[in-house]
């Protein structure tokens, strides 16, 4: 259920590196229970986006509001203080461990001075079953697992510290269609959770299947935020292709006898 005040929010955000001014003045809001997708072409932003919110780059301009409040993230262990967990493309698993030791790792139990694999396993099992992840075991090693069941191990890796905000950075890129289906049912569970959800991707079709809101970039500036169930899919490609007049509107057209224009 969304809250009227967002867990977080970019509040006229800009970043610029060198000459390339990279973001202007960039508005976001995440709530809580929200899936909300940032989509935008190559070079629109959404990466600088990221990155500023997870603590691997500062914003020159502007201020990230934390459930209502400034707040400076100056390094990746800031968000994660704050409640924010990344995924990213590149996934930073280890393939030779096990899926307990990644889901814990730099994060492991310890009894006695001693790891404490039993309480570890236990855990494991338990969030996976809680998100109705399904894998043949949490004692085989992650490279092992298909690409849809990496993607899952990550993301259930990002929920061990209890983030508020998950961001998931192209979590669907490169997998099939059942692997995909897959993760789109995570990121369901994670908004029936309770979380917050930042999704990143390039896929309007993963898009509509998930968001509740669509966030337009355009050459580093917000170029419209959309309520999916109330928007064409036409509306959200001619903002992030700044036309209105493009193959797919005129597709439309044609079959309506509406003018792209007015879209």
Known sequence: MRDDQPVLALRGASKRFGAVQALTDVELEVHQGEVVALVGDNGAGKSTVVKTIAGVHQIDEGDIEWEGRPVTIHRPQDAQHLGIATVYQDLALADNLDVVANLFLGREL???GTLDEVAMEKRAQELLDTLSIRIPSVRIPVASLSGGQRQVVAIARSLIGDPKVVILDEPTAALGVEQTAQVLDLVERLRDR????LLISHNMVDVRAVADTVAVLRLGRNNGTFPV??????TIIAAITGATDNAVTRRQARGSGSNPEGL
């Not at 309770?194 to 959800?197: I, L, Q």
């Open 110 to 112: 310890v009894t006695h």
């Open 194 to 197: 309770g979380h917050g959800v």
């Open 229 to 234: 169930q109330e928007t064409t899919q036409e």
